[in-house]
């Protein structure tokens, strides 16, 4: 059932470079293999001896919804029945994918994360911005990471300070915090 | 006429100063945040639902309001100002307001979706005001094997109906059933699938899921492929009289009653929302038109009877969210789940048990309807800096509030990381060709359907017969099988409209156009 590809759009795309399938076919197994751990998974549930329809019903439905989907898939993509990436407004498709840039955007998200608490939120987040935006090719890193900065200070302001959301000031910030 | 007065009430309540204000600003930042290209309505709603969670609750659904219709529009004026090929025969409505942007007329196709969205909203949410009482004292009535069944008609018209491959619409359903599981069973209060984790025996919260998918994922995807070289804007003629002269006029008002017609049902059954009534209000222009020629080379019907659809399918899918508890889009389900957040429960008891609050946002949709049409008018030439911002900032931003929104849910870094991992779920399903609606919907239906399912059981003694013996679940089956056979004529007939439509694009370069086109 999976759609055939007749635009001529799609039929361009499958025979660009950017189209292995070999990504597709690790997706429908992870599919499967989802599948299958909730499947095996939902053995581990502790059944409680009241009820009648327990926790485990549901579950076992899912897994068969995953396993049936994913295979389904699976030997789509083998016939040849690639899914169509997502357009998108700045998207060009003719592009490979560029894993480096993702790669980074990732590591930025982690940094971000593991530095909130340490730094401070607005410091976090304004590195996470200026990363970003000179990751995604932005000219100037400092203007990048000026206006994170100046983003990062806002939203801590605005939302940490005046509506009480607990952003953690860090220690550059520490002074602020018994002003309000 | 009770409702009536209680509609009024809710008008008493929305007009308030403060919430007039809150009611602006939801529109405000909706438009602002939906016209920024790559953001659709459901990244909007997502990423602005951490804002509204400072306020008291009618503020927070008065603001959301504002933020849904805010959103629903400032696609729109996106995809006629933004000049990029590729995508046009994906989004049948795109094109006309596109191309007639091109041939100088973009104020006329930003008007004509400007006031064609409010008729059609300020009609459908008259639709819904009438509608909506009575559904929910009928809803009342239905026992969980109903619920059951409308619950699988959403799952699998969402889910297999809507995208372009059945099983990848299945897969996504699967796994936002899965997550779903994830957390405590709420009615044996065993653990599932947490992994040990003591911070998912809550579960993942749906805002989480939504904003990694629809913020991180999208930022990853296009982050990955961002289409380089200068932005290709349309430049927009100044002047409010120049918009739209008296033929346009003429051609625009019967294609958005005709619009609204077809959204506004369309919205109110699991169907999918938009998306199909769009299509098919293009589809319905096109034949009625007297200049056919006219249609993918900048028809101005084109332009004013899917908008008109798309608003009035965006107030019928309230319809059931409000008065069953069930969305059908995924933007409609992330709404759902700030209402729980904001501990409402939508569904047939919300008209009795919260009539100020449900009135109120009701009153509300009437307000930001105006709201909308005033401020899009004379703000267009704002929208069109907005377009302009350089999209390394741009996709910088949505990832830093993304990463905000997900740490202000419980100020837990452990969100974020849960964030990153859905983030890069939602980036592989986009360039592997997987819906992402589905996942939504099966994510917060999920739990809803197995609760319910489990209910059905226990009354019955684990007889399975009664999840389809009951009236109403034996016809909502029966129309399920209606509608699957519907769902796949429609997609066929779709995908041969769209591939038909993509040739005589490829065959006809922009030259200016047909010699019956008006002036200008």
């Known amino acids: ?180 | 006429m009770d409702n009536f007065n209680l509609l009024l009430e809710g008008f008493a309540t929305a007009l308030r100063p403060e919430y007039l204000v809150f009611a602006f600003l939801g529109v405000l930042i909706g438009t602002a945040v939906g016209v920024l290209p790559g953001i659709g309505p459901a990244m909007t709603v997502a990423l602005l639902l951490p804002l509204t969670m400072t306020l008291d609750p009618s503020a927070a659904l008065i603001t959301f309001a504002g933020i849904y219709y805010g959103g629903m529009y400032g696609g729109s004026t996106t995809s006629i100002l933004l000049n990029t090929p590729g995508e046009s025969a994906s989004i049948v409505t795109a094109i006309e307001g596109n191309k007639m942007a091109r041939l100088g007329r973009g104020a006329t196709a930003l008007a004509t979706a400007a006031i064609g969205s409010f008729i059609a909203g300020t009609i459908a949410t008259v639709g819904l005001t009438v509608l909506a009482p009575t559904l929910a004292a009928l809803a009342v009535q239905l026992g969980p094997a109903d619920y059951v069944a409308l619950i699988v008609i959403a799952f699998i018209t969402v889910g297999a109906l809507l995208g372009n491959s059945v099983w990848r619409g299945m897969v996504s359903l699967g796994i936002g059933l899965f997550i779903g599981l994830m957390g405590t069973d709420s009615l044996s209060g065993q653990q599932r699938y947490t992994l040990g984790v003591p911070q998912l025996a809550d579960g993942v919260d749906v805002v989480l899921v939504a904003v990694g998918l629809f913020a991180v994922g999208e930022a990853i995807y296009v982050a990955s492929m961002l289409r380089t070289g200068k932005i290709d804007l349309i430049p927009i003629t100044k002047g409010w009289r120049s918009w739209m002269t008296k033929d346009d006029w003429r051609r625009s008002w019967k294609p958005w009653l005709r619009g609204t017609a077809i959204g506004f049902p369309i919205g109110t059954i699991p169907a999918g929302g938009a998306d199909v009534a769009t299509f098919l209000s293009y589809a319905t222009e096109k034949k009625l038109s007297k200049h056919k020629n006219q249609f993918g080379r900048g028809a101005i019907e084109g332009v004013a009877g899917p908008e008109a659809a798309n608003n009035a399918a965006a107030a019928g899918v309230l319809v059931p969210l409000l008065t069953l508890g069930l969305p059908t889009t995924a933007t409609a389900a992330i709404i759902l789940s700030a209402f729980q957040s904001y501990g409402i429960q939508p569904g047939p008891q919300l008209f009795t048990n919260q009539p100020a609050l449900v009135w109120a946002l009701i009153a509300s949709l009437y307000i930001g309807n105006v709201i909308l049409i005033v401020l899009n008018l004379p703000l267009v030439g704002i929208w069109v800096k907005l377009l302009q911002i350089p999209r390394p900032y741009l996709y910088a931003g949505i990832l830093t509030f993304a990463a905000f929104g997900a740490y202000a849910l419980n100020f837990a870094v452990a969100d974020i990381l849960i964030l990153i991992i859905i983030g890069l779920i939602g980036y592989f399903m986009r360039r592997y060709g997987y819906p992402i609606a589905p996942l939504v919907i099966g994510l917060i239906l999920g739990p809803m359907a197995e609760k319910r399912m489990r209910l059905a059981l226990q009354l019955s003694q684990g007889d399975l017969t009664t999840l389809v013996t009951h009236p109403f679940a034996a016809t909502a089956y029966a129309l399920l099988a209606v509608l699957i056979g519907a769902g796949l004529w429609l997609r066929r007939r779709r995908r041969r409209y769209e591939q038909r439509m993509a040739e005589e694009l490829a065959a006809t370069p922009d030259v200016p156009q047909a010699a019956d086109s008006p002036r200008e």
């Open chain 1, 1 to 180: 059932m999976s759609s055939p590809v007749s635009t001529p759009e799609a039929g361009r795309r499958q025979t660009s470079s950017l189209r292995a399938p070999i990504g597709e076919l690790i997706f429908a197994v992870l599919t499967i293999a989802l599948g299958v751990f909730a499947l095996v998974g939902s053995f581990g549930i502790r059944v409680p001896e009241s009820n009648r329809v327990g926790p485990t019903v549901f579950p076992v439905l899912v897994a068969v919804i995953l396993m049936v989907a994913g295979v389904a898939v699976l030997i789509g993509v083998i016939r040849g029945h690639l899914g169509s990436p997502e357009e998108s407004e700045d998207v060009d498709l003719s592009h490979r994918p560029d894993w480096l840039t993702i790669a980074k955007l990732v590591g930025l998200l982690l940094a971000h994360l593991l530095l909130i608490e340490l730094i401070g939120w607005a410091f976090a987040a304004a590195l996470l911005f200026g990363g970003a935006a000179w990751s995604l090719g932005a000219k100037r890193w400092w203007v990048a990471l000026l206006v994170g900065l100046g983003l990062g200070l806002t939203v801590q302001i605005v939302f940490g300070e005046l509506l009480g959301l607990s952003l953690p000031l860090g220690p550059a910030l520490a002074w602020l915090g018994p002003l309000i």
